[in-house]
């Protein structure tokens, strides 16, 4: 059994991020820790932003009345779908937007009853690299976790994500905080073998991420994508594929599988690279920034996409798209 980093790093010293967890056991105390912190938000005239799932921004609006026109929501079931989005497309584009601001509220609730346990490792992973990716921003993001649905594992990995917990209307230091980086490399796996192994394919340069884009599109299509969905997953494992090939110069291996537990398509691909920022992917980017790149376009494209990576290990990328239902 691995050991979970736990406690040894110092606390988030100034430089403007403030990220406690909220944690709540019913809809009263949901909205007693999210309207006031959006309500002060308002009163000082900071930007205000909530993405949480829609049953908690209905609860959130009731209890603002006609203050909610000042806030800005999004289904955090939409945006983060794929944790690995959340960072660059939701809270640091609001930061971004208003880099004039002394301060910017959010609420985001990333993890929610309902998430996969393969959909709550990102997700994880996500809330301790807010830790790195904001760190001199001048944002608060509120994190609730439902202490009556979720599992309780998952709630104490929260107080490693979180410097800050708050329950009860007590707001305390937690003690079990953790390095960012290295938790979030904890949470990243080794990622388990797949249980329906579909096909595998050895590739090389030059013509290896063309071959996998075709192999990737035919079993997508096969499994039951329509041809948009199956074009995004055999894009998506193409740009990593080229990764593969421009960083590695060695061969890459790609798996296909179609998972029935959770009706989805799963490509994998693995290389001998090492992947040394735990951002790559989740920072915002375009084509003309070069690296990093296509693991962005696979995080915007795919439902899900996790990625381990080890100096002596290699990295694993795997992507999922859900079937329809």
Known sequence: MREVPEGRHRRIESGGLVHPALFYGDDAAYVAGTVPFLREGIAAGSPVMMAAPPSRLDLVRDGLGPDAADVVFHDMTVAGRNPGRIIAGVLRAFADEHADHDEVRIIGEPIWAGRGQDEYAAAAQHEALINVALADRPVAVLCPYDTGALDPTWIADAARTHPVVIENGTTSTSEHYADPAELAHWFSGPLGEPVELGETLVFDAPTGPRVVRTAVAEH?????????????????????????????????????????????????????GWIADPLVGRHGCGPADGRGYGLHLAHQLCD??????????????????????
């Open 220 to 272: 997508a299509v096969r499994a039951g994508l329509d041809q948009a969905r199956a074009g995004d997953l055999a894009l998506a494992a193409y740009e990593v594929a080229v990764n593969t090939v421009l960083h590695t110069g060695r061969p890459g291996l790609l798996a296909l599988w179609t998972r029935e537990r959770s009706a989805a398509v799963v490509c994998e691909i693995q290389d001998s």
């Open 304 to 325: 899900l996409v996790q990625v381990h990576s080890d100096p002596d290990l290699g990295t694993t990328v795997r992507m999922t798209v859900d079937l329809p239902r």
